[in-house]
């Protein structure tokens, strides 16, 4: 038997972290492509020459330490040096979360929280795909208030990202989140159930 490996993607801030986490705590080994990129900017980053070959100088603060604020300011407006920052680190993070899958027992259930799901390839990977999503207003309120940004900086963001009716249609399983995090539970529980069962998994 192989490990079972739901690849989870959605709306921006549709609570794709939330699902993942819940599916943690119902048994699921939980794989997170944005905190294993964190370690990127981190101030042990070993791209941090080539940060400053896309970004410039600025990139790193007083400390040495790539500026996520600065990175995220740009790319959120520029294609080009979005593009420059997928090839360095994705190729990574992808690299880094099949180390963690391999070294999982066979029987394993894989939680892999992807957010770039289909742009990124990493679908290809996966045993099945979830999008989790919500409406798009109620997706700019809680990326506003959850990140502290503008109304455009979200209309920014979501732009550079897969239209989420494109990511249903290529998703094997869907969960609306526009309600409570006790709903939400409720549906990933029965996924997880589901998917389980039909490996022959009580």
């Given at each position: 038997?192989n ?12 609570g794709?972290?939330?699902?993942t ?5 119902l048994g699921a080994?939980?794989i ?6 964190r370690?990127?900017?981190?101030h ?20 040495g330490t790539?500026?996520?604020k600065?990175?995220s ?9 979005l ?8 190729p ?20 892999w ?30 990326v ?7 109304e455009e ?10 239209d989420?009716?494109e ?6 399983f ?6 409570t995090?006790?709903?939400l539970?409720?549906?990933c ?5 589901q ?8």
């Open positions: 038997m490990p079972y490996i739901l690849g989870i993607t959605g709306t921006m801030g549709a794709k972290s939330t699902a986490r819940i599916f943690e705590k080994i939980r997170s492509a944005d905190e294993l990129a370690f990127y900017t981190s042990e980053s070993p791209i941090k020459n080539e940060l400053v070959e896309i970004f410039g100088d600025s990139v790193l603060d007083p400390t790539p500026d996520r600065f990175i300011s740009v790319v959120f407006q520029n294609k080009e040096k593009q420059a920052l997928t090839e360095i680190i994705h990574r993070v992808r690299q880094k979360a099949l180390d963690i899958i391999q070294m999982s027992p066979g029987e394993a259930f894989i939680a929280e992807v957010p770039l799901l289909f742009e990124s390839g990493t679908y290809k990977f996966c045993t099945g795909t979830l999008c989790v999503w919500i409406d798009t207003e109620l997706a700019k309120e809680r506003i208030q959850r990140d502290g940004i503008t900086e979200f209309r920014n963001r979501i732009k550079n990202q897969m989420i009716k990511k249903m249609k290529r998703s094997e869907l969960i609306e989140n526009n309600g995090e006790l709903n539970e409720i549906q529980r029965e996924l997880f159930t998917i389980n069962r039909k490996r022959g998994i009580s």
